[in-house]
């Protein structure tokens, strides 16, 4: 009988780390939102800054990681976008796929 219920027990906790469908679902909404969250974040702080706000920085946030992407006109405005982003609530990383390109007038 002591056999039969230290089976028993090991199937209760075998069964307790076993994510139902209904578990695996509610963990991705979770993440889903959880990353909605940290990009409306981003977006903030970018818009907070002077500089930064009239430019086309599109920010995506996937698995916690965000995303920066776009073109800006100086290396000073992709390091400050990256800084704004860095210091967003919720941000654990971030990746810079920024494009710098040389302002055309001040090539004339």
Known sequence: MLVLGLAAC????????????ADQAME????ALNDMAITKNVKA?????????????????????TILSGS???????????ESASAATGV????NQLVVKANIESEL
């Open 28 to 31: 991705n909404v979770s993440g």
């Open 45 to 65: 702080a970018i818009l907070k800054e002077p500089n930064l706000r009239v430019l086309r920085i599109r920010v995506e946030t996937m698995n916690g990681v």
């Open 10 to 21: 090991n199937k209760e906790r075998a069964a307790e780390n076993i994510n139902s469908p």
């Open 72 to 82: 800006v006109d100086s290396q000073q405005h992709s390091d400050g976008a990256m």
């Open 92 to 95: 654990n990383a971030v990746e």
